[in-house]
C-alpha cells in the first residue's frame, strides 16, 4: 500500500515537472504527438495570464517572436509584409519550384507596421483591442461586435495547424471555414496560389459584403439565391466570380499601367482580390482622403485597399 | 519534596562557618558534602541537586548553570549523573592559592574519576581554558596574514585565493532598467568604451548607445535608410570599439565605430561595401565613405571633396546574417539563416580585427545544417564559445543548445525535454568567465544558467519571470554581460533594458 502511494507520488510529480518547455518538432503549428511537450511553450492550465490559457497577455508579442521584423524564428516577416529569404529546398531535390520566393519578396497578406517599404495606412489590428467588424450582421455600412472578442493572430489562423490553407482557422467568429490548400510544393509567399473557399474567410467576419449573386451591382432585390440575403438597402460590388463576368481584362496576367491583382482558384475574383488581410500601405488622396462615412477611405484608413487611391477598380475595370 | 526543607530530619549546620572554612582553602573537598548538600542531608555524590532544591538563603549553593553549565561537563567523565558542579561558593573561583604554609588536607576522593574533579577548580577552568583562547587567536591571525600577504602578492577575488569550494551559484539581483526603447532585440557591452548597445526592433528601429548608468550617448542606423527598411537585430563589439549589428531586412552586417559612425557593410560571406566600390572604382581611396540600402538600386560613396558617386548594387548575397558573437580571441561566430543552410560561419580572428576590410575574403569554418537531426540547425540565434574551445549554439527553433567542438565536429546537443532548465525558444546567450552560459529563453520570459566547464553541462538555475514589474521579462530577447558581474537583458515587450548583477 505504502509503495503504491510512493509510485503515485511519484507519477503525480512527474506529471507536474512536465509543464515548462516547448519542442518545435516540425515547426511549432502543428503535428503533436500524444505526449507533446510543445503546450507549456504558450499555455498554463492554473496560472494563465492571457485568455484561452495563455501565459502572455497578447497572441500577437508571441506570434511576433518569430514573425515579426527581426525573422529569429521565421522568415515570413509579417510585421514589414516580407519574405526575408528565398524558399527551401522541400523536395531536397536541389530545385526550388518555378514559384521561387525571391529574397525579400512581398508577402501577399500585407504587413502590420510597414509593406513594400512604406508605413501601412490601414491594418487589421491584431492586439486584441478591435473587436467590431463592419458588416458583421445584416446590413452593410454598420459595425457590429465579433463573437470571440478582440482581433488578435488566432482570431484567422490556428497556431495548432489546420488543414486549411495558411493554416486559417476551421471556425472564425463562430462560423464554418474552408480554404481548400494548394499543391505544398509550388507554394509560395508571393504569389497567390489560394484553393477554393478564400472568401469565406472575410465572410466570417464581413458576411454582408459576401454578395455572390450575379447582378447583384445593379439589382438589390433577394430573390432568395444570396450567400447572404440580408441587406437590401445597398448595391453590393459581387465577389466570388470569374473575373470575366464583366467583360475584363486579367487582372492577374494584363492587368494595367503595371498593376496587377491576384485573382483565386479559376480565375476568380475574391475579397483578397482589391484587399490586403494584413495591412497596406496604399496612399489615399485627393476624393479618397475623405473619411466619415461607411465606405470611405482617408489618409489614415485605406480600408486594406490593395493599391493607391481607386486603383483597384481600374485594374479590372480600365475605364 | 523538592524545596521542602522541613522533611529534612538531620540538624542543619551554619552554613556560614562551613563556607568560611571553604572560602580560606579555596578548595573543595570533593568527598565532602559542601555546605549545602550537608544542610539537606545529601551525599557529595550521585545525588542530583535541583536549583530549586536549594535552601533560599545567602549560603553558598550549588550553582548547577553557573560557568556556562560546566556543572555537566565536568573533568568527572565518568557516569556521575546530576551531580553537582563541585561545591564552591562563587566568590571563592579564581582566587589565589593557598596561602604559604596551610598544607590541604588530604581527602578521600573515592573513586579514580573523581581524581580530576580533585584537581582546583582554577586550573581546568582558567589554563587550558586560556590556552585554547590563545590558540584560537593565533590561528585565526595566521590565517588573516597568509591571506593579506597572499593578496598583496596577487589580489584576486576571495574564491581564487582560499583553497576552498566556494559556492558562486546564486542567481544575480535586479537593479535597474533603462527605459525610453521601442522593442529592444539585441544588446552588447563594450568593456573598452565602458558602454552598452542595443538594436531596436520597433519605432525607428536605431542602434542606441548608452552609459553605465543608463544614459543615451547616441542612436544611429545605417546611412540612407528608413525605419521600414532595416531591422537591426544583433550586436557585437571588437577590441577596437567597434559595433557589428545585423540587419535581417538589409541582409547585412553594419559596421560602426564607438559613437555610432558609419564605417562599413559586410554584404556576404566575402564581399564588404568597402571591398565592393575599390574593386569598380580606382581602388583604395583616403577618405571616401560610402551607404548601402539593399531597397535602393545604387550604392552611393563619397570622396573627401563630399562629391557623391554611384554604382550599380551588388546583386543579393546567398546568406543571411542573424547573430553575431566576438569571443575573447577576438574571432567571429556568426550564425546565418539562410534557406539553403542554416548554419554557424567562423570568421577568423585576424579577419574581424582588420582595421579595414578592403580585402576582406574570410576562410571560414561553417558547420552546421538546416534541420532538427542532431547536428542540424533551426534559426540558430547565437554562438558563442567556452574555455575548452567548445562552440555553444543556441538552436532556436529546435529549444537546444547544439555543441561543437574546436576542429567543427559536431559534439552533442543539450537543453531540450520537460527536465528542469529545459529550454522553450532560446535566443541571445552570453558565457561569462566561470563558463557559464547564460541562455535568454524568449517564451520560457526568463534567463537559464548552465554551467558548461566540465565535460557536460549543468543546469544551475533561472532567473526572472513573466510580467511588467522590475525584474520581471515580457519576451526578452538577448543578453550581454560586463566583467564586473552585471547582466544586460534586452527585455522586447517590455521596451526596456533590464539591468541585473551577481
Known sequence: MKRTIHIAVLVFALLLAMVGTASANGGPHGGYTATTDSCAGCHRAHTATGPNLLMHDSSYALCMTCHGSTGTGANTNVDDGYYLSTRDDAAGDGDHGAANTPDNASLLGGGFVNYGGVPVTSIHMPDGTEDQAWGNGVARGVTSALTEGGLSCASCHDPHGSPNYRIINETVNGVAVAVAQVDEGAKDYDTEHWGSGTSSLCAACHGAYHVTRPGSGSDNQDDGSDDYGGDHSTFAHRVDMPYSYGANANPETVGFDGYFLPLAEIDTVVCMTCHLPHGTSAQMTGITNAGGLPGETSADDSALLRLDNRGVCEVCHQK | ?502
Open chain 2, 1 to 502: 519534596m523538592p524545596g521542602d526543607d522541613a522533611d529534612n530530619s538531620q540538624e542543619m549546620i551554619d552554613p556560614a562557618e562551613k563556607a568560611a572554612a571553604y572560602q580560606a582553602d579555596g578548595q573543595t573537598r570533593a568527598g565532602e558534602a559542601g555546605p549545602a548538600e550537608a544542610a539537606m542531608g545529601k551525599g557529595p555524590i550521585g545525588d542530583s541537586i535541583q536549583g530549586s532544591d536549594l535552601p533560599a538563603d545567602n549560603a553558598p549553593h550549588v550553582v548547577d548553570s553557573q560557568e556556562g553549565g560546566d556543572s555537566a561537563a565536568t573533568p568527572a567523565k565518568g557516569p556521575v549523573e546530576g551531580a553537582a558542579a563541585a561545591v564552591v561558593p562563587p566568590e571563592t573561583v579564581g582566587d589565589a592559592p593557598s596561602p604559604a604554609g596551610r598544607v590541604p588536607e588530604l581527602i578521600d576522593i573515592g573513586t579514580p574519576m573523581t581524581t580530576l574533579r580533585a584537581m582546583t577548580q582554577r586550573d581546568w577552568w582558567t589554563r587550558p581554558r586560556l590556552a585554547g583562547l590563545l590558540a584560537v587567536l593565533l590561528v585565526s591571525l595566521t590565517c588573516t596574514t597568509t591571506l593579506f600577504v597572499r593578496y598583496l602578492l596577487r589580489p584576486a577575488p576571495l574564491p581564487d585565493l582560499l583553497p576552498l569550494a566556494v559556492d558562486l551559484d546564486y542567481p544575480p539581483h535586479y537593479l535597474f532598467s533603462v527605459h525610453g526603447l521601442d522593442q529592444p532585440v539585441g544588446v552588447a557591452y563594450s568593456p573598452q568604451q565602458e558602454r552598452f548597445y542595443v538594436a531596436e526592433a520597433g519605432g525607428q528601429r536605431l542602434i542606441k548607445a548608452f552609459d553605465l548608468e543608463g544614459n543615451l550617448l547616441a542612436a544611429f542606423a545605417p546611412p540612407r535608410t528608413q525605419a521600414s527598411q532595416r531591422a537591426p537585430v544583433y550586436l557585437a563589439t571588437d577590441d577596437h570599439g567597434r559595433i557589428f549589428v545585423t540587419d535581417r531586412l538589409q541582409g547585412a552586417i553594419f559596421v560602426y565605430d564607438a559613437d555610432g559612425a558609419y564605417l562599413d557593410t559586410i554584404l556576404s560571406p566575402d564581399l564588404t561595401l568597402s571591398k565592393y566600390i575599390a574593386e569598380l572604382t580606382e581602388g583604395v581611396m583616403a577618405g571616401r565613405t560610402f551607404a548601402f540600402n539593399r531597397f535602393e538600386p545604387e550604392v552611393h560613396y563619397y570622396e573627401a571633396s563630399s562629391v557623391e558617386h554611384t554604382l550599380p548594387a551588388p546583386g543579393p548575397a546567398a546568406w543571411s546574417p542573424l547573430g553575431l558573437r566576438i569571443d575573447a580571441q577576438g574571432r567571429g561566430l556568426l550564425t546565418d539563416v539562410a534557406s539553403s543552410r542554416h548554419c554557424v560561419r567562423e570568421i577568423p580572428a585576424d579577419v574581424i580585427q582588420s582595421p579595414s576590410w578592403y580585402y576582406f575574403d574570410p576562410a571560414y569554418r561553417v558547420y552546421g545544417e538546416t534541420g532538427q537531426e542532431a547536428g542540424q540547425l533551426l534559426f540558430p540565434n547565437s554562438a558563442v564559445a567556452d574555455s575548452q574551445g567548445r562552440i555553444h549554439v543556441v538552436d532556436g527553433n529546435n529549444s537546444r543548445i547544439s555543441v561543437w567542438d574546436e576542429g567543427g565536429e559536431f559534439l552533442f546537443f543539450y537543453g531540450q525535454g520537460a527536465a528542469e532548465g529545459t529550454l522553450n525558444l532560446p535566443r541571445g546567450a552570453a558565457i561569462d568567465e566561470h563558463d557559464r552560459l547564460h541562455i535568454v529563453d524568449a517564451v520560457g520570459q526568463c534567463v537559464r544558467v548552465y554551467d558548461v566547464s566540465g565535460a557536460e553541462p549543468q543546469f544551475l538555475f533561472d532567473f526572472g519571470a513573466w510580467g511588467l514589474d522590475d525584474g520581471e521579462f515580457n519576451y526578452p530577447n538577448d543578453i550581454a554581460l560586463d566583467e564586473s558581474g552585471r547582466l544586460y537583458i534586452a527585455d522586447r515587450e517590455g521596451n526596456r533594458i533590464q539591468v541585473w548583477s551577481y
